[in-house]
């Protein structure tokens, strides 16, 4: 069965540093990879996934995520991070039959400026 | 949020009511799914739908129903069974295959007077 961890519940940084927000998975077959963004009282927005090719993954606002097969994980970064980041932070992979999602815990980013 | 809608934003129910959460959404997706939020908690998938007039309980199903008459929508019932059902409501929408996206609606908050 796929899982998904996020070790860490919350993240703190400072405006204008970079920021890594962690995620490991366990999937037999290929891994697809997604990460979303959740602001207070709002749906989850997709940020950027992971299908195959190239292991640093561009995608919106900034936002950049590094697949490493050999540690399995998918971590999110940012170079310069802004207040205006600080949001919930979801790590997710789509099991190999393409029905279901399976997402992490979450993890709470704040942006301090 | 694209093109997925939840109505209402907010709503009050009384103990022992059913209440039906609606989802609407416009991206021609054959997937629906429906999740439950809790505080401090990732995201329970509820119920999701493959194809019209099909659906399968997920990892929370008790006290919740779901309809899938049209494929453009994927009403949630709460039902009176379901003994804590303050929580944030969350529909989404994908394609079918493996790699394709997860979107999101903007949520429907629940509480019970």
């Known amino acids: 069965a796929q899982s998904v961890a996020q070790p860490e519940d919350q993240v703190n940084v400072a405006e204008g540093n970079p920021l890594t927000v962690k995620c490991t998975y366990s999937?037999?077959?290929?891994?697809?990879l997604f990460w979303y963004v959740q602001y207070p009282n709002r749906g989850l927005q997709f940020l950027l996934k992971?299908?195959?090719?190239?292991?640093l993954v561009k995608g919106s606002y900034g936002f950049e995520a590094e697949f490493n097969k050999s540690q399995t994980s998918f971590h999110l970064k940012k170079p310069s991070a802004l207040v205006s980041d600080s949001a919930l932070y979801f790590c997710?992979?789509?099991?190999?039959?393409?029905?279901?999602?399976?997402f992490g815990p979450g993890t709470r980013l704040s942006v301090l400026p | 949020d694209g093109g997925i809608t939840q109505s209402p934003k907010y709503l009050f129910r009384k103990e022992g009511q059913n209440v039906t959460l609606s989802c609407e959404q416009n991206?021609?997706?054959?997937?629906m799914y429906w999740y439950r939020q809790d505080p401090g908690q990732g995201l329970r998938l509820i119920y999701y739908?493959?194809?019209?007039?099909?659906?399968q309980k997920g990892d929370i199903a008790e006290g919740y129903s779901v309809s899938r008459e049209k494929k453009e929508s994927f009403p949630l019932t709460v039902t009176s069974a379901q003994k804590n059902p303050t929580a944030f409501y969350l529909c989404?929408?994908?394609?079918?295959?493996?790699?394709?996206?997860?979107?999101f609606g903007p949520g429907t908050r629940l509480t019970v007077l």
């Open positions: 997710a992979v789509r099991d190999n039959y393409g029905q279901n999602f399976v």
């Open positions: 999937v037999s077959g290929n891994p697809y």
């Open positions: 992971y299908i195959t090719g190239d292991n």
């Open positions: 991206l021609n997706h054959d997937a």
């Open positions: 739908s493959q194809i019209v007039n099909d659906f």
């Open positions: 989404a929408s994908a394609r079918t295959g493996t790699t394709d996206t997860q979107y």
